[in-house]
Structures are given as structure tokens and as C-alpha cells.
């Protein structure tokens, strides 16, 4: 059996903030903290297929158990009963109700002591970067904790037999397929169609309800205070970065003669004919 | 004192870009950092014109060509720590390959690594990088911790190319196609990327967002891309829901473009596609919604249908050339 471990971080979604509210927070400190939550997109691809490459294992005679991940407040246990019903074995919480921000060694010490401390894993799978720290950094930092390869920008993940899996997987100048020897972990890349499908309700009623499982930050070794820990880079300065231009407005009766306004007004000489 | 290393990769075409990428990030790192070696890994197909070429073009005087049967990262961060000193900095590429070997030498070497930097300074001994964070609506500087320093540039960065050296260059040759790999990837195919229809370097550029609402309306907006001679593109929705290719998608995930002319149709201006147009001359948002961030993003706006507007811009472009014929 090939048990497969997916790590998801739940984000804000940063795109609803305003501009006037980025530029306005007097301390450059970002209070994300009213802004609705969403699944990291990036990991949202590798639950996805996770999900895909469980429904195809079946062909291929290779038994697969799926299980998930994530470090966070209560909140994200609703992303976990949804895992759940999509057919996930075992859900875990790690609890931590602070926001950690910019400190992706901690993340990857955490992941590793849960996975030395729970059974034996062949393969994780997780986004290869967040929205709000865009580091990419997570999945190596785990590979080199665990002694283990890490492939990333992987597209697509195909069952090979017990031992493997074949991984296609981009890199600077096109993509590679390989069968790559377990274990592993592969972090996704822009996959398209790999929004996370959506569970019937009758799956949420009868399999969503399982329990979660909750694990302390102290239990995996790790003082919650942090103490002995530092991140790689500390935070001087945050400044707004400004993308504003004129926005003069185009007006007209109808679109025709708008379009006609913008290629006379703003195209003509500007573009080629 | 610090030396600075670079490390580009020759099994991709891109070495001049690497290069470009690697001297926007350094052009504030001080003069007192003393330069160290450039490595330059390839496989043996490398004649020595390859070499003496590509290393004209490296930013250091001692160039170290470190020849490996396959790009596998763990002979190349073997050999980088065999001759790390204390205090080293290592700048890489903005491709994955940069960005992995920042991160796992950081890691390996007990110092810290930096990734999508935008800029590294030096000052009084210590390194700050600067990146956007927030989905590229902030830039933060940071402050890095701990020696040796490993930094990787951001894409779309360019600095100017070092000048070819009058001095002559120390060249050495590490050669690891006999060692032994690890064999934990095997039966490797690999394909070649198409270009990807001439984005980097289109004039004008019409961006379709997820105001196309579907594959008929992305396919309805790249042959108004087509009629009006403009480069087609898209934001990541459109191609994450497959009705774009994803060699389209224009953004920090996809293609940094730089035209004269950005349209950008149906797209809502996220800081993430945003960083991806933001060096076009000239940009023109269409929007049904006149609040919506794009707006204060571009220099002219147009509230209405995207798919409208571009349909009567492209008759009116038409009528345009076929006048200028018949004047012709
Ligand atoms: C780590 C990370 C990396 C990312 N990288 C990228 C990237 O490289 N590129 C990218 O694009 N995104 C990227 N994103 C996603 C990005 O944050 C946005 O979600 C995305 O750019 C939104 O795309 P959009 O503008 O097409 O869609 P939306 O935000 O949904 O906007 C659609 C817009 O269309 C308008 N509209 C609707 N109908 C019409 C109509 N008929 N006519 C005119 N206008 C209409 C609406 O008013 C709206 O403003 C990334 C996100 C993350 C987290």
C-alpha cells in the first residue's frame, strides 16, 4: 500500500483586501485576520491529485490510503471533514491558534517531528508555495529534515507499482516524466483543472464526521514559545508596492465608440496596424 | 570578508538570462564583497569554445565548470560544499533549479537561505534581501541570519551583463560523470517546451481574464487577439479552468512581459497577474466594473463588456487597414 501524506496551509485570501487597505495600515504590520480563509491554491492542485491519482491506483492494483495535514486554528477543521468525505483515511490538525508568518523552517520542523511520530509515509504532496509568504520553501526544507528527494513543479502524478510512481514535472526549458523511487515528496505546480472536487452531501453526512485527530505543537517536541528557534530571515521593513497609474476614463455611448475613441485616441502610432 | 559565488546552470538554454537575473540582484551588494567563483554545471557535451564562451560571460574571474552526467542537485550541492568558507554568499537563478539549490544548500550548510529576492545589499557584515510577500502587494526586507547566505533572484529581474573582462579567466573543471548517483529517478523522458508564441517579446499584448467566462469566450478573445495583431495571454483562472494553454498564463506564475501596449480584457488586477504586465509602456483595462483594482492600475480604462469592445475594436482596426490599403 502506498499511504500518501497531503499538507495544506488554509490562507486568506488576499485578493479581497482593498488597495486603500494595504496602504493604510500605519505599522506595515498586515492584520489579515478578518479577511476570509481559503485553501492555499497551490495545495488545493495536490488534494486534488491526490484525490485523481487514488481513483486511477484501482488500474493499476496498487492499494493507496490518503491523509492529510495541516497546521492551524479549529477553522481549518472544516477543510479537514471535507477531506474527509472525499474519501481521506486520517485527518490532522496540528493546533496552533498564533498566525506564524515568514518562517517556513518552523513549518517543515513540525511537519517532520509529526511524521516521525506517525506511521510510515511514502509519499507527501504540497503546494510548492503560499500566497501570503511565497517562499517555496517548505517542501525542501522537509526533504532535507527527512532525507528524502523532493520533486517540484510536479503537473501530474501516475500509480507505477507498491515501490514507485511516475511524476511529470516541469523544469527550466520543458517537462520531465520519471518514474521515481518512493519515498518522496512532490510539490504541485500550476495544474490546470485541479480545483478540489466538491463531496455529495450524503459523503459529508456519513464520512465527514470522523474524527478529527489533534496534535500539540509540545507534543511533537517543539516549545510553543519558540524558544531556541529562528528564522532564516527576519523582517526589517514592509512597504506597499505602489501599481497605480492615471485610469482615465474612456467614455461613450455604446462599445463601438469606445473602441473607436481608444484606437484613435490611445493606439493609433502606439500599435502596428 | 565575503566572496560571492554564483551558480548557473548550463543544461538550460537560458545562461545569459541567469546572468542578467543574477546582476540586477547584486547591483547594490557593496564593492568590498570579494568575488569568489562562478560554477557553471553542464554535462560532457560542453566542447571547450562552450566553455571558453560561457565563461566570458561569467560575473567572476574564477570560473569552475562542474561537468555531470544529469542536472541532479545532489551532486551539485556536494560539490558546492566542499569548498564553502564561512561568510559566503550564493547567488542563484530565478528558474526552479535557483530556487532549489538556495533552499537546500541553506539548509545543509546551517545557514540561511532567501528565495525570489529582488535585491541583496550588504551592509556592516550583514545581508538584507528585499522580495514581494502578500501576493506581491508588499515588498519587505529582510534581514538574513546566518552564514553562509544562499539567494535566488525573482523572475523578470534584469541587470545589466557584466562587460567581457580584460583580464584573463582561472578556469577549472570538477568532473562528476563518473561518480555515483543516487537512483532514485529513473527512465526520464523528457520533452522540450514549445515557445510559447512569442509573449516575452510581443509589442502589444490583449490578457484575458476570467470575464471570458468560459473556453467559447477565451477561444472568441484570441482571434480578436489575432484580428487586432496583438500576442494572446491569460490570467490564471483562464488557464487553470483550461480554456487557455497554460504557456499563456502571464503573471509571477507564467510570462513577464513587457510590450508597448497591455489590454488587459475581463480581469479584475490582482497583484499577482499585475506584477507580470506592470513593465508594459502602456496599459488599457477593460472591465464591466468600474471599482474593480484594475482600474486604478491602468492608464486608460473602459468600463463595458470586454468581449463587446474588443469585437467593435478589431471591425474598427479592420476598416482602418483596408482604408490604408486602398490609399496605398
Ligand atoms: C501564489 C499565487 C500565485 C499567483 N500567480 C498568478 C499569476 O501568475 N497570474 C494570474 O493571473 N494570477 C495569479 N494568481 C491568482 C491571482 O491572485 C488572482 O486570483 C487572478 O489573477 C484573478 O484572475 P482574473 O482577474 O482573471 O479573475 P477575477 O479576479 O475573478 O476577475 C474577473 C474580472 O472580470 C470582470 N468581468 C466579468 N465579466 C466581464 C465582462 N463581460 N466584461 C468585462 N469584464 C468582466 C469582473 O468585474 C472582474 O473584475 C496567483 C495567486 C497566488 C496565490
Known sequence: MIRILGSFKVVPDLDQISEEEWASDPANRIDTSYVKKILSCYDESGLEMMLKFSDESGDFGVPVQLDAVTIGRKMNENYLKTLYALGFTEATRIECEKEIQFWPEWTAGILSEFMNQTERYDLVVMGNRSADEENGKVPFLLAEELGWPCISQVVEIIPEDEAHVKVRYEVDNGYCTSVVQLPCILSIGDVPCSFLRVPTLKDRMQKGKKEIHRVKIEDLGISETFEGLQPDLSLVNLEVIDQSRPGVILDGMNAEEKAEKLYQTYLKGRVEL | ?328
Not at chain 2, 156 to 185: F, H, R, V
Not at chain 2, 301 to 325: P, W
Request: charge should be negative; proline fraction near 2%.
Open chain 2, 1 to 328: 570578508m565575503k566572496r560571492f559565488h554564483v551558480v548557473l546552470n548550463a543544461f538550460s538554454d537560458d545562461i545569459e538570462k541567469q546572468i542578467s537575473e543574477i546582476c540586477g540582484l547584486t547591483e547594490y551588494l557593496l564593492e568590498d564583497v570579494k568575488k569568489g567563483n562562478t560554477f557553471i554545471v553542464g554535462d560532457g557535451k560542453m566542447d571547450e569554445d562552450d566553455k571558453h564562451r560561457l565563461a566570458e560571460m561569467a560575473p567572476t574571474k574564477s570560473v569552475i565548470f562542474v561537468i555531470l552526467k544529469n542536472l541532479h542537485t545532489e551532486m551539485i550541492l556536494d560539490c558546492l560544499m566542499e569548498t564553502m568558507c564561512f561568510g559566503d554568499v550564493y547567488l542563484f537563478g530565478s528558474s526552479s533549479f535557483g530556487q532549489e539549490m538556495a533552499i537546500r544548500l541553506g539548509k545543509r550548510s546551517d545557514g540561511s537561505s532567501a528565495t525570489g529576492c529582488q535585491w541583496a545589499a550588504l551592509s556592516e557584515s550583514i545581508v538584507y534581501v528585499k522580495k514581494q510577500v502578500y501576493s506581491n502587494h508588499m515588498m519587505a526586507t529582510f534581514c538574513m541570519e546566518n552564514s553562509p547566505f544562499c539567494i535566488s533572484a525573482a523572475r523578470g529581474l534584469e541587470g545589466a551583463m557584466p562587460k567581457a573582462g580584460k583580464s584573463e579567466k582561472e578556469i577549472k573543471t570538477i568532473d562528476k560523470t563518473k561518480d555515483q548517483y543516487p537512483a532514485n529517478l529513473t527512465n526520464t523522458i523528457f520533452e522540450e517546451k514549445k515557445p510559447s508564441g512569442g509573449l516575452q517579446t510581443a509589442s502589444f499584448v490583449l490578457v484575458g481574464g476570467r470575464g471570458v467566462k468560459n473556453k467559447a469566450g477565451a477561444d472568441a478573445l484570441a482571434r480578436a487577439a489575432e484580428g487586432i495583431h496583438a500576442e494572446f495571454g491569460a490570467s490564471r483562472p483562464v488557464v487553470m479552468n483550461a480554456w487557455a494553454a497554460m504557456d499563456k498564463l502571464i503573471g509571477v506564475s507564467g510570462s513577464m512581459i513587457h510590450p508597448k501596449v497591455c489590454i488587459t480584457a475581463g480581469v479584475s488586477g490582482a497583484a499577482a497577474l499585475y506584477a507580470g504586465i506592470e513593465k508594459s509602456g502602456f496599459i488599457i483595462a477593460i472591465n464591466r466594473d468600474e471599482n474593480a483594482p484594475i482600474m486604478r492600475k491602468a492608464d486608460v480604462v473602459i468600463v463595458d463588456d470586454c468581449q463587446e469592445v474588443l469585437r467593435a475594436l478589431q471591425i474598427c482596426m479592420e476598416k482602418e487597414r483596408a482604408d490604408e490599403t486602398q490609399a496605398d
